[in-house]
């Protein structure tokens, strides 16, 4: 069965820090390019974050320019996003999803047709 598992979401203050992981399991990442998407309350979904299937090119969502960082590795096969920095507004629930193509796929689209899985989400909540 192919899965991919988010974890490490939770409550923090503002300015702090989180560190999300996806991992999966049934399949091996290293020929997918990986995005993070978030969901808040009310609102649709976004893309925040993207890594290539070889790791060499990463993209980010403005809002998070600068506080987020995206990596890969693949003897843990997993995707990890180093979130610090935070602010209220990245209050939402956290999807990984994975899509298969050629190492020129360009994930800064953020198009979630793409993605052929996802995990079930983590909750980030950012608040004092």
């Known amino acids: 069965q192919l899965q991919l598992v988010e974890s490490g979401g939770g409550l923090v203050q503002p300015g702090g820090s989180l560190r999300l992981s996806c991992a999966a399991s049934?399949?091996?990442?290293?020929?997918?390019?990986i995005g993070w998407f978030r969901q808040a309350p009310g609102k649709g979904r976004e893309g925040v974050s993207c890594?290539?299937?070889?790791?060499?090119?990463?993209n980010y969502a403005d809002s998070v320019k600068g506080r987020f960082t995206i990596s890969r590795d693949s003897a843990k096969n997993t995707v990890s996003l180093q979130m610090n920095s935070l602010k209220p507004e990245d209050t939402a629930v956290y999807y990984c999803?994975?899509?298969?193509?050629?190492?020129?796929?360009?994930?800064?689209?953020?198009?979630?047709?793409?993605?052929?899985?996802w995990g079930q989400g983590t909750q980030v909540t950012v608040s004092s």
């Open positions: 999803a994975a899509v298969v193509g050629p190492t020129s796929y360009d994930c800064s689209g953020y198009v979630s047709s793409d993605y052929q899985h």
């Open positions: 049934g399949f091996t990442l290293d020929y997918y390019a």
């Open positions: 890594i290539s299937s070889s790791g060499a090119i990463t």
